[in-house]
């Protein structure tokens, strides 16, 4: 594996995007300095716009070279988000990015996956001294029960493969004041969080990918089981009263934490029900819109 890390230097299968901009060459330099030994671990892209991150690297996975593929970008003008939403972003106010893990030959498919990627960005926001933090099933990651980052997780066609996907996450710095967010009452920024500037996004991109690179060794030999203390502690709705919609049905019931392999577990009248549908939404049933 080379020690010098490429970048800022295009990868054949983002030949689209446009090349990086002076800005973002800055971005690259730093977080490789910042990165330090750890710099080879990863193959970072940092571009000022595409279409969605995500969708690059799931549509065009870079060849394996064992190193993690990060893609970067200022401004994204069709990002994903669950359920076929648009995670909206604003240039400058925004970390959002995508990283590409693939797992070792062998390896079951990942059970759990946007959870540990949730606590892993949990743990890098606490070390960051932000306070609060907490995860909501099963993929955001709120700050006193305001959403501060979103995740996506797409899983790659394994076609023989070992199983690999493509994380992508999204992360409020600092909201314009008219910023509206569609299904979203409550959003929190890092700088509210923090009570005043964030950092830079190549330090808070430094300190999640080396949260990431730290968490998901784990996760590669022992797997969400070895995580799931660490999730629950930090579970907004633990044993609060819940409604989980999906496209035609709704579940009420106590939150009841998560099983060993990521799924929601809801106390209901007819016993615990296990939830493993990825197009549900949980909401507390308290007057507390989320």
Not at 60 to 83: C, F, M, W
Not at 201 to 227: K, N
Request: aromatic share 6%; glycine share 10%; charged share 20%.
């Amino acid at each position: 594996m080379a020690d010098n890390a490429v970048f800022d230097l295009p990868l054949p299968h983002l030949s689209s995007i446009p090349p990086p901009t002076p800005p973002a060459r800055a971005c690259a330099t730093e977080l490789a300095s910042l990165l330090g030994a750890r710099a080879h671990d990863f193959a970072i892209e940092w571009v000022a716009c595409c279409d969605s991150t995500n969708a690059r690297l799931v549509d065009a996975p870079p060849t394996d070279d064992g190193r993690v593929h990060v893609l970067v970008a200022d401004r994204q003008t069709a990002g994903r988000g669950r359920r076929g939403r648009q995670w909206l972003s604003w240039e400058g106010a925004s970390l959002t990015f995508s990283l590409l893990w693939r797992f070792a030959p062998g390896t079951p498919a990942p059970a759990g996956l946007s959870l540990a990627a949730g606590l892993a960005l949990a743990r890098a926001l606490e070390q960051l001294g932000v306070e609060g933090v907490q995860l909501k099933w099963p993929n955001d990651v709120l700050v006193h029960g305001d959403k501060l980052a979103g995740i996506l997780v797409e899983l790659l066609p394994m076609r023989g493969r070992p199983p690999a996907a493509v994380i992508g996450i999204g992360l409020n710095l600092r909201l314009p004041a008219d910023a509206a967010i569609p299904d979203q009452a409550a959003v929190a920024d890092l700088g509210g969080a923090l009570g005043g500037e964030p950092p830079s996004r190549p330090a808070l991109l430094a300190a999640i990918l080396g949260e990431f690179h730290r968490l998901f060794e784990t996760y590669a030999v022992a797997g969400f089981p070895a995580l799931r203390g660490a999730w629950e502690q930090r579970n907004a709705f633990a044993d609060l009263p819940v409604a989980i919609r999906g496209e035609s049905t709704t579940l009420c019931g106590t939150c009841a934490g998560v099983d060993d392999d990521g799924a929601l577990l809801l106390r209901t009248g007819d016993g615990v029900q296990r939830v493993l549908a990825g197009d549900v939404s949980l909401r507390p049933l308290m007057d507390r819109a989320r």
